[in-house]
């Protein structure tokens, strides 16, 4: 009979190794009893909570849920929450744009939504609440950009935080090495998983982990977890590293074991099911050993101070951001190369069809390039007086559905028309590489391209006033 490590009752829980909101699709029936799995559930959700802004980024769906994950956040400009998977972000409650009386005392409502499911709900709980409500007019199809950025608290770590990886090596070790993880010599680190007070705690962050002697990452946007167990110092330990940037280390005990033993496991969050999940590399070596610190918080206490922890999740977001940038154009490129045989204006229609969908990353690019030339002529005496005028061109408006001024949308239109005839004309060359179009949806020929109408527009108009002086 398979005992559970806590307590060493009946076992059978079906615990998922890594937790299952984070990606976790394997289990094992013979680490935990029942009571214990439930107990250990609210650590899972707290690691859940702490990473769910990055999750939702990388659009991770939990193990056995719907959907993927997804962030709430508020758009500055217009105050809705917005929900944030991936790169779809999508009202969470319709947007209420205009809502008038009208000459015959009926109301009349302007409003956007992101479903017609949602547009249903909306009116079937008018209905319950007693109004008498039809759609009226014309019903478009329209988009909202986000004209500024939204705010996302990263938190990771933290007393329950820490407990919470602390439970997510303890479960490795365990899968890996069944007979260790059920030996006395560690009762105190279960006990800390458990929530009873120990001190020090046995698991802190690292910010200096060794690397030579691991094998490479195998997934660009994945977790690992290493299992040692040293005969040398008696001794079982653990590093945890999320999404190859943010490390902790612990040590489990003291266990009896014969000989150094080492398992890398790296997942991928972003597999849906296995084999592809997670790759393990064993060997009989005590790699990446850990030595716990004098002190498990001058280290974090230092590193906040230089700045470094800031740096490491903006780090983190930058690769998450170039991650996301890859998928787009991969997922792109064939099918823009496919309208190459298409007679050029059905080639256009073709390729502006496929761009409508990346507004928010267009509006980006004109936003960064309007930036760019504003900082340009604020160094210049002459010109920097009329620098401010620039904003106009990416200003926000939380009364449109769009989120953005008349003028700033129509900079976007101009954009969206100058990158389609940009790939158009490419096409007539040959098919279309991918770091060429990495280089039009990211900040660099992208931006030039799709500002350079608005900003000719801008620059015709500001030399006809001063000649008209």
């Known amino acids: 009979m398979k005992t559970c490590i806590i307590c060493s009752g009946r076992a059978g829980s079906r615990e998922h190794i890594f937790p299952a909101v984070l990606g976790g699709r394997r289990t094992n029936k013979g680490i935990y009893c029942g009571v214990h799995n439930l107990q250990f559930g609210p650590l899972a959700k707290i690691l859940s909570d702490q990473i769910r802004a990055i999750n939702a980024f990388l659009g991770v769906q939990p193990d056995h849920a719907d959907g993927p994950t997804h962030l709430i956040a508020k758009n500055p400009v217009d105050g809705q929450d917005?929900?944030?998977?991936?790169?779809?972000?999508e009202n969470v409650q319709p947007h209420i744009l205009e809502d008038v009386t009208l000459p015959d005392g009926s109301r009349g409502v302007k409003a956007a939504f992101s479903?017609?499911?949602?547009?249903?709900?909306w009116l079937a709980a008018q209905r319950a609440s007693g109004a008498q409500?039809?759609?009226?007019?014309?019903?478009?199809?329209?988009?909202?950009?986000?004209a500024e950025p939204y705010s996302v608290h990263l938190v990771l770590g933290g007393p329950d935080g820490l407990?919470?990886?602390a439970y997510v090596a303890l479960t490795f070790l365990a899968h890996h090495f069944p007979d260790i993880a059920r030996q006395d010599g560690l009762r105190a680190f279960k006990e800390y998983v458990l929530g009873t007070p120990d001190e020090p705690p046995p698991i802190w962050w690292d910010f200096d982990p060794p690397s030579g002697d691991l094998p490479a990452q195998q997934f660009r946007t994945g977790h690992r977890v290493v299992i040692g167990l040293s005969a040398s110092r008696q001794e079982a330990y653990a590093r945890v590293s999320f999404f190859s940037t943010l490390v902790f280390s612990a040590i489990l005990g003291s266990v009896k074991v014969e000989q150094d033993k080492t398992?890398?496991?790296d997942i991928d969050p972003l597999a849906k099911r296995p084999p592809?999940?997670?790759?393990e590399t064993r060997g009989d070596a005590a790699l990446a050993g850990v030595?716990?610190?004098a002190s498990l918080t001058a280290g974090l206490a230092n590193d906040i101070q230089q700045g470094g922890t800031e740096a490491r999740f903006r780090t983190l977001l930058d690769d998450i951001s170039t991650w996301q940038l890859d998928q787009t154009a991969g997922e792109l490129l064939p099918q823009i190369n496919a309208a190459r045989s298409l007679d050029a204006p059905v080639r256009q229609l073709r390729i502006r069809e496929l761009l409508t969908g990346q507004r928010q990353r267009i509006f980006n690019l004109i936003a960064y390039a309007v930036k760019e030339f504003k900082t340009l002529l604020l160094t210049d005496p002459e010109l920097a007086a009329v620098a401010p005028s620039l904003d106009a061109i990416i200003a926000s408006d939380s009364s449109s559905s769009t989120g953005v001024t008349r003028m700033a949308f129509s900079a976007l239109e101009l954009g969206l028309g100058a990158l389609t005839e940009h790939i158009s004309q490419q096409l007539d060359a040959g098919d279309m590489d991918l770091p060429h179009l990495r280089s039009l949806l990211g900040e660099g020929r992208g931006a030039a391209i799709a500002v350079q109408p608005t900003l000719k527009c801008w620059v015709e108009k500001l030399i006809a006033c001063v000649r008209a002086r």
């Open 82 to 89: 917005y929900a944030v998977t991936g790169q779809k972000i």
């Open 115 to 121: 479903s017609e499911q949602q547009l249903q709900n």
């Open 133 to 146: 409500v039809r759609v009226a007019g014309p019903r478009t199809e329209g988009f909202t950009v986000f």
């Open 163 to 165: 407990r919470a990886i």
């Open 263 to 265: 398992v890398v496991i």
């Open 276 to 279: 592809r999940d997670i790759h």
């Open 291 to 293: 030595t716990r610190p």
